[in-house]
């Protein structure tokens, strides 16, 4: 067995290992509830459990890292697998440093969880390992990557520690208008995130049916001088078209639940190689996540956050509205080096520049602007408590735009990524 097959092994383990420790971390939390003994003690010994466990699962992601290191002997962190599955790692390493200064159990029920989807997210991508085209092979890339990953991984603890804030001082029984606007916005950073879980689960699924459907699209381009060019590209589907691309045609369709072609047609500004597909994408994610959304709606009976909300009881609201601010804190300055002054050398190396502009330039930087606000905000201003909270939620939602949205939707130097 290979090195990079073993890897592949640790992986699998590491995400295993992942979910039994969220599954310790929710015996530990709602437990506690219907324990014939001491709450406390009961808490106490199941959150060591889910530590531990997931210590171990740490362990194996640190194996498959540095094996997948040694057996392709290039970073891991070249293409979108490699770089998802070291941010899950970082922010399990973030989590880490952050439960041993406050050792807040519930944590883990928030962080563990969102390091298992993005673990999730990277095994949707191809994980063969990739040669590193010439602008990456440098040894900059291992800096600016590994550091500015770090830094977001503590700006997803924040985000975890911020969103249990928001789910323990809002209250759900309240019917006064700031109150219901509240408990919608909570509710709706719930649903984005089983949107996402919908996703993924929606990708696995059809892959694992062996769905396929082949289009033929023809792509139109004027250059400055007026003249005509046409393109022929075959686009390739992996889940049912609920919409196919713009100007295209069928040339194979498998049926799905007995429809034989595709229902809609992408508008025809989406007219890019694959942007029918990753509208499709979106469609199925939506429609998946408020599947999974509505059945958890009928089995509680109540909002999400309504029926999370209990749990958080005997928990201080201070101490989570610290833990989001210390992390980010913390995180800021890593991501500092590692998203701007890092990558700005890197870049002088490959392309002969500090700065050009490209899409993931200006998003890590308007990642840093917002995150440079937060701080200002929340020392200079008095910013704390709700919205501190909310600045930390939407903060990392930019982060995830950042790291997938331009790399998937956004044309630019950094495409290589989405690979």
Known sequence: MSYVEFSSDAFIAAFFL???????????????KWSNRDPKAHVKRWSRIAFIVSILGLAAHLTFFFTRWYGSKQIPTSNMYEFMTFLGMAIMIAFVIIFAIYRTALLGMFALPLTIIIVAYASVFPQEVQPLIPSLNTV?????VTTAALGEAFFAVGFAAGLMYLLRVVDFKQTSK???????????????????IGFIITVFAFRGAGYEAEFLQEKVTIDN????????????????????????????M????????PLL???SWMNGVNAGRKLNTVVWSIITG??????????????????????????????????SYRAIAIGFPIFTLGALIFAMIWANIAWSRFWGWDPKEVWALITWLYYSAYLHLRLSRGWQGQRSAWLAVI??????FTLIGVNLIIAGLHSYAGV
């Open 265 to 267: 047609e992408a508008p």
């Open 395 to 400: 903060g990392f939602v930019i982060v995830m």
């Open 225 to 252: 001088r007026g003249q005509e060019s046409t393109a022929t590209n075959t686009v390739v589907y992996t889940m049912p078209p609920i919409f196919k691309p713009y100007n295209s045609v069928t040339t194979s």
């Open 254 to 261: 498998d049926s799905f639940l007995g429809i034989q072609k």
């Open 18 to 32: 992942y979910c039994f420790g969220f599954i310790f971390y929710m015996i530990a939390i709602g437990g506690k």
């Open 290 to 323: 408020s599947l999974l959304y509505g059945v958890a709606r009928l089995l509680l009976r109540k909002r999400l956050g309504a029926a999370i909300h209990p749990y958080m009881d005997g928990i201080d609201p201070e101490d989570l509205d610290e833990i």
């Open 178 to 196: 700031a109150a219901k606007r509240a408990q919608r916005w909570v509710e709706f950073t719930l649903y984005v995130l089983i949107i996402i």
């Open 140 to 144: 900059w890339l291992k800096i600016h």
